[in-house]
């Protein structure tokens, strides 16, 4: 086959072929993938650096002329030799198919050089390589980069997105040279090549739809860029935890043949990505490692961790010490974190305090955040967080964070948090109800994506039961009606609370605000009268200087159906995320709650007494001590159980 005179490209990879490569090829013959089969022995002498030929994955053996003709080919081979038996490294970051970026504080490396249907990289260091294998079929520009100038959104580091590496098929990014440990795998992706669905233009029913496997592990399957970001020019990252065990890493998009295929253009599809970032989730010892950022110091619930917070709390003078520790010892490796200190007066903060360790540490999703660590002496009780710097949405929407959230960005918060609740309630193992859903249990990292907090009142259950029957806990304003009535918890009290929030990302205020005028004070009631009166836009914050009406009106009414008064008239939350995507049209009539009746408090009972029957003002004045009573959701203590 390989000396067929009219062959032009040549594709063999993953057919466990054997045995040593033929000495004699066709000159026709330009682009050669033989990868990830199980050939041996030498190359021939026509092997040279002015083909397209991909030999990753295999037995070969190799002299310094081959290694001369195809720098790097040694260190991917089957059992990727390079600085194996010594490991020095712990860490790399790619900016895929672009130059050197420096983002956030870590710099990502230039993968720049040009790919082709049969080709691999390895750079300087060899401590990363990327290789591709495809041809794109039926087009004439053979183009393995994207590149934009449109502003990406739902993200602060928009640079990170401005350039993509593609492939028609497989693209393989690699770690070489690790240290053995567990690593969090970080994949920046966003869809740039394809026109907005908004468009209707039939070039907006494009889909690129890939795979992708870390270590051989298919983490996504079909997954489409664009519909889990909510929209092309969007920003999504995907997180994983791997466990790397042979000094290696490989990480594997790979198009099985689904998606469009002639849209936008001809032969436009396959696997696409922005950056990639690998960090350690241990304190690397690697000697070439160079970790003056380690990550995560405290990450882990180790005896020497608990110590040390112990010595850090008691006061002053330890403090100081341990400072001194730190510089002696540590220099600049620690990590920011966020301690939250429970309650020491009762046995609430013990049960708090277990509840949320038990419930956090079952669970790791990017929409929820992360417990580093503990510690309790006596009465005392800490809980180490990852530090999120721009602290939380309520905090953004109503105070005076000085974050401007726009539009792409607040619709990226509802998108991100509803998912963030749907893995809860239907992915993770217990299913977890949150119970005290509202903004400011919502915490935004450096590029505000949006991270749930505070599982202090959550409650595992069952799918057997229908409901659980417990004591009212969660904030006023974010209760569910049959929840707050009659103590039935299901996860559908967190939808009402997603929904609740859905509307003061919307409208930029709080759930109740007395300094409005009567009619606007409930911001629920306010949403209906508007929507009933067909002037819903009129919500908008008005500080949002333009926002995507099809989108703000797709919020507004998965905001009402998630606080329907009936649990089975709220849509889950993986319908919810469906409907925010724009996977499921919203058509149907959606009418008011019952449980929003008139909120007037004068007293309208006297119509039913005779006109001699005495009047009281009691009875006033007992109305106004109940609306003194009422407290809004902004500010207002959550009820504990």
Known sequence: MITMGS??????????????????????????????????????????SGLQLNLVGNNFSLNSL??????????????????????????????????????????????????????????????????????????QNEQYEENTLAQVRGTNTPELYQSSRLSPGSLRYYGLGLENGL????????????????????????????????LGTR???????????????????????????????????????????????????GPSISAISVVPNFIPTAIGSKEKNWTKLIVVLTVSVVVLLFRVKSGHRRLQSFEEVRRRWFRSCLQVVAVKQLSIASDQGKSQFIAEIATISAVQHRNLVKLHGCCFEGKRRLLVY????????????????????????????????????AYLHEESRPKIIHRDVKAGNILLDAELCPKISDFGLAK??????????????????Y??????????????????????????????RP??????????????????????????????????????????????RVALLCTQGSPSMRPSMSRVVAMLAGDIELNGVITRPSYLTDWSFKDLTRRFVTQSAPTSTASENSDIHDQNMISSGQGAAPIRS
């Open 511 to 556: 759930n109740s605000d007395k300094s409005m005028e009567d009619d606007k004070i409930y911001l629920l009631e306010w949403a209906w009268v508007l929507y009933e009166n067909n002037q819903i836009l009129d919500l908008i914050d008005q500080d949002l200087i333009e926002f995507d009406e099809n989108e703000a009106l797709r919020v507004v």
């Open 460 to 477: 595992l259950y069952d799918d057997q039961k229908t409901h659980i029957s417990t004591r009212v806990a969660g904030t006023i304003g």
């Open 66 to 139: 081959n290694i001369w003709n195809l720098p790097g080919i040694e260190c991917l081979q089957r059992s990727f030799p390079c600085n194996r038996d010594a490991p020095r490294y712990a860490k790399f970051s790619i900016k895929c198919g672009g130059s050197r970026i420096i983002s956030n504080g870590i710099e990502y490396e230039a993968d720049d050089r040009p790919l082709g249907a049969a080709t691999y990289v390895v750079n300087s260091a060899q401590n990363w390589a990327v290789s591709n294998v495809g041809l794109f079929a039926d087009r």
């Open 386 to 421: 990852e530090f999120l710097k721009n602290k939380s949405l309520d905090q953004a929407l109503f105070g005076h964070s000085g974050l401007h959230l726009d539009w792409p960005t607040r619709y990226n918060i509802c998108l991100e948090t509803a998912r963030g609740l």
């Open 7 to 48: 062959l032009e490209h040549l594709f063999l990879g993953n057919n466990s072929l054997s045995g040593a490569i033929p000495s004699q090829k066709s000159e026709a013959l330009q682009t050669i993938d033989l990868s990830y089969n199980l050939l041996s022995g030498n190359l021939p002498s026509w092997v040279n």
């Open 479 to 508: 209760l569910a009606p049959e929840y707050a009535m009659r103590g039935h918890l299901t996860e559908k009290a967190d939808v009402f609370g997603f929904g609740i929030v859905a509307l003061e990302i919307l409208s930029g």
């Open 219 to 269: 983490q996504l399957r079909d997954f489409d860029i664009s519909k889990e970001a909510g929209g092309v020019e969007r920003a999504i990252t995907k997180n994983f935890t791997v466990n790397v065990t042979e000094n290696h890493l490989e990480i594997h998009l790979f198009w099985a043949g689904k998606g469009t295929y002639c849209t936008p253009e001809q032969g436009y599809y």
């Open 183 to 214: 690593y969090t795998v970080n994949l920046f992706f966003a869809e740039t090549g394809f026109p907005d669905r908004s468009s209707q233009s039939w070039k907006s029913l494009a889909r690129r739809v890939f795979d992708v496997y870390i």
